[in-house]
């Protein structure tokens, strides 16, 4: 066991440096620059003086390997370009920690929900309760975020009053943003543990179940359910690792200072170290959340071997 | 039961609202009792579409932390306005002169405080200026007082140190400014954010994180920043230090970030912001119908435009660049584009422009191409210019690409008005090229474009922001390519000269000159603001030259 997770940490790291290696070099092949966040043309030496405060007059290769160095040997990923003074660490700190919070408790209330629903769909297939949640199921995977957040907005916030309409701080801000969240989240899990219970319904293993006399429950209880959820595991991982990148539109519209606005605006704004910075940070979390359900696999699933 | 009721409250609000009419007569354009409402807290909530990039003036170019140093910091001067005209006023500095020729200006710095308790100096405002043209600093508001103060641009360039720079600081209240040369409009640049004050203290002390968070700043303004949550909210509170404390009302603002703007919308339609400036019909039309919601339609001192690659082999001929200009439906544009919220536009020089005293630029000069329009016909001329370059009589065998800074639905519908209507007037093809802002402006810089749309807006209030923008030395700002002697010298004589009505003149001779020979720019329409705000703010600005920012504004009969 030691050994494969040693191993696997090799592995993150290799696909750490591919990443931030190819980010670096592909952001630097787009045309424009961090000044362009400015939206007009500066004077030559004005750019001139900019781009010497900041390194950009160096040639991309010469300021990848200043950009490993402090990375390697100091953890450092600079300083934002958009926001002169602000650390890049910092920053996917804090916002990450923001995203977290509707995030995370989007992702216990849908997963909550939507298994729940897909439970109640298998064990009615083809009868009224099925239909009620697949048609929630297909609402929530084809209905666009922003049109369910604009919806929610306007009648709960403009019309009725009962929440603000952007801002943060207080537990009403957060309650609009884990609805339009989660929703998503049940719709997948709805269907996915549906199908998987359904699955596992056929398997010969749980007609002898059924043969030796195991009550209903029980079989769904400890046979079907059980297996039905491994699959869900996979899931997890983009779905763990989402929490805290945020989510872009969400964010935007309930006015969430998270980060998945700098996912998006890095970009725009060329600011160069953020879009280094988030895409690290994304990377590193998926590898590390995948890593995590690797164990987690092996430990629930004996069929699954760690070699 | 419940109809008595009613009939009690709306009594009683009748009376309520009588009372706040009789107060605004007393109150309103005095702009001083409104403190006397003792009801309505003095809190103003508002909000920002992004989070500054800084708050510190030296590398903040953005408008967003612009809004918030206007209310914090006290630059040398502001323009204010009283009964709809702008003045310029004593703020930071308490009066100033010119020497003789206008070379020498000596400002006499106020007594005023810092937040942290300091006295306001002459040596801050120096620093802040001196700062700002350091090559070190990297400051993207260098060109704002480059070309006027004495060496500027030598500084900025890095020829010679800034100790060579003409700023003196004379005695703790008194600064001298030398210029280059006499620059009639030098007042309008010192409420610009490179004339902003600087600590040199705290700025040193906090280095690069200096402006990046709350603890790192102090104030001296009407306002002080009470917190500052990223992206999500910034507070300011009144500062009781302030010199002019007495003529601040508000003691609170609020400014939500809020990037998406029907949550904007949203949040002024249930009254969480009191003022929201809006740029969809739909909303105008909304908001038109509210009953407690005042409508002001601003100038802009911003022109939206296409230019013309002087260096293109079909743009190189005047002729054809006026037949594209003038082909312009401007009226029709404006309406079906812009649903008349933007004005069609027949100058450079946009509305809400004013040359000193003599005020609105745009009122004492007719628009050049106004005239054009009646003499000359687009067709006619692209025809001439086709022979000239003996491209045939065909126009439809001709196809221009058109290139935008924007890859939105809504440049996509506007490429395809444009498309459709030179294939109707002039019969040529227009190629559409979407462009991410930052591709836009690599492209446009390198000259890889023919025919380009784009966006200015004024950086100070004299016609001298936006006409100098064509001169062969800042020929890099709008890359037309583009150069002319004669223009070049009405620039020159204009910015020498002392006399308003002089200046006002020489400024339409180059306009004139710009459209007749040189005709790189086709402008298309002066922009416009409309925003709303709740009826109980009152004495907010109306123009949007003026920097006072929230100074004057106060609450009645919320």
């Known amino acids: 066991m030691a050994k494969f997770i040693v191993k696997r940490i090799g592995y993150m790291l290799v696909t750490l440096f591919i990443v931030v290696t190819a980010t670096f070099f592909l952001m630097h092949s787009i045309p424009g620059d961090p000044l362009a966040h400015m939206a007009r043309n500066l004077p030559e030496q004005t750019r001139a003086n900019y781009y010497e405060k900041y390194g950009l007059d160096k040639s ?134 549906k199908s998987n219970m359904l699955d596992v319904m056929g398997q010969d293993y749980i007609l002898t179940a059924e043969a030796k006399g195991v009550s209903k429950f029980n ?71 995948q890593l995590i359900v690797d164990i987690a696999y092996s430990m629930m699933d004996p069929r699954i071997r760690v070699k | 039961m419940k109809k008595k009721l009613v009939a009690a409250l709306l009594a009683a609000a009748m009376v309520l609202s009588l009372a706040a009419c009789g107060g605004k007569g007393d109150g309103g354009s005095s702009g001083g009792s409104g403190g006397s409402d003792g009801g309505a807290p003095q809190e103003l909530h508002t909000s920002l579409n992004t989070e500054p990039s800084t708050l510190d003036t030296i590398k903040g170019n953005d408008m967003y932390g612009w809004d918030i140093n206007k209310n914090t910091l006290e630059p040398l001067t502001r323009l204010v306005e009283k009964d709809g005209e702008q003045e310029r006023e004593g703020a930071g500095a308490e009066s100033w002169e010119p020497n003789e020729d206008g070379t020498v200006w000596t400002f006499k710095i106020r007594d005023n405080k810092w937040s942290d308790g300091k006295d306001v100096t002459a040596a801050d405002y120096a620093y802040g200026i001196t700062r700002t043209l350091d090559p070190d600093a990297g400051s993207p508001n260098s060109f704002f007082t480059a070309p006027y103060i004495k060496n500027g641009q030598k500084v900025v360039n890095g020829e010679v140190g800034v100790e060579e720079l003409g700023v003196k600081v004379v005695d703790d209240k008194t600064l001298e400014i030398t210029l280059e040369s006499p620059t009639p409009y030098f007042m309008s640049i010192t409420d ?118 002087v260096n293109d082999k079909l743009f190189a001929n005047l002729n054809i660049r006026k037949a594209f200009t003038l082909a312009v439906d401007r009226e029709d544009m404006a309406k079906t584009i812009y649903q008349d919220l933007h004005v069609p536009a027949y100058w450079w020089v946009p509305e809400g422009i004013s040359t000193g005293e003599n005020g609105e630029y745009r009122e004492q000069v007719e628009g050049p191409l106004e005239k054009m329009a009646k003499e000359e016909k687009a067709k006619d001329l692209l025809l001439k210019g086709m022979e000239e370059l003996n491209l045939g009589s065909d126009p439809s065998k001709i196809t221009v690409k058109y290139s935008l800074s924007a890859t939105t639905q809504w ?68 890359p037309t390519g583009w150069s002319n002697e004669k223009f070049d010298d009405f620039i020159a004589q204009a910015s020498r000269e002392m006399d308003e009505t002089k200046r006002t003149e020489l400024y339409a001779q180059a306009e004139q000159v710009l459209f007749e020979e040189g005709c790189n720019i086709c402008p298309l329409v002066n922009e416009r603001k409309i925003s709303f705000n709740y009826d109980y703010v009152k004495n907010l600005n109306e123009r949007e030259t003026t920097t006072t920012g929230f100074k004057y504004v106060y609450i009645e009969g919320k």
């Open chain 1, 60 to 193: 991309t290769s010469e300021q990848y390997l200043i950009f490993m160095k402090n990375l390697v040997s100091k953890g450092d990923l600079g300083e934002s370009l958009r926001y002169p003074g602000r650390e890049v660490t910092d920053t996917l700190l804090t916002n990450a920690s923001v995203s977290a919070q509707p995030g995370g408790m989007a992702l216990l209330v849908g997963i909550t929900i939507g298994i729940l629903l897909g439970i109640v769909a298998a064990l009615n297939k083809n009868r009224w309760p099925d239909y009620i949640v697949m048609f929630i199921a297909i609402l929530g995977i084809t209905v666009p975020v922003f049109v369910l957040a604009s919806v929610l907005q306007y009648f709960l916030s403009v019309k009725l009053m009962v929440l603000p309409t952007t801002g943060w701080g207080s537990w009403k801000n957060v309650v609009l943003p884990v609805i339009v969240l989660s929703f998503g989240t049940i719709a997948t899990y709805a269907r996915y543990v």
């Open chain 1, 219 to 289: 079989v769904i209880k400890s046979h079907v359910l059980k297996n039905a959820f491994l699959p869900c595991m996979t899931l997890l991982v983009g779905q763990v690792s989402g929490i805290f990148t945020g989510s872009f539109v969400v964010e935007k519209i309930f006015g969430v200072p998270g980060l998945g606005f700098y996912y998006i605006n890095s970009i725009n704004d060329r600011d160069y170290t953020m879009i280094i910075g988030t895409t690290v940070f994304a990377a590193a979390l998926f590898v590390f959340v």
């Open chain 2, 192 to 309: 610009t954010r490179a004339c902003y004050p600087v600590r040199q203290d705290i700025a040193e002390k906090y280095g690069e994180t200096y402006g990046s968070e709350l603890d790192t700043l102090v104030f001296n303004g009407p306002f002080k920043v009470e917190s500052w949550t990223h992206n999500s909210e910034i507070v300011l509170v009144k500062n009781e230090d302030y010199w002019d404390k007495d003529n601040v009302k508000l003691d609170k603002i609020n400014f939500a970030i809020v990037t998406d703007s029907n949550a904007k919308y949203n949040s002024f339609e249930s009254g969480a912001i009191d003022i929201s400036s809006v740029g969809e019909q739909e909303w105008v039309d909304r908001f038109d119908k509210k009953e407690n919601a005042v409508r002001v339609d601003t100038k802009q001192p911003a022109m939206r435009f296409d230019f013309f690659n």
């Open chain 2, 411 to 478: 440049a996509r519908n506007y490429g395809e008005y444009v498309q459709q209507k030179y294939k109707d007037i002039l019969g040529v093809n227009i190629e559409l090229d979407f462009n991410e802002w930052s591709t836009f402006q690599q492209k446009t810089n390198n000259g890889e474009f023919q025919m380009a749309n784009m966006v200015w807006t004024t950086d100070y209030d004299d016609p001298m922001s936006m006409i100098s923008l064509f001169t062969t030395e800042n020929s890099g700002n709008i």
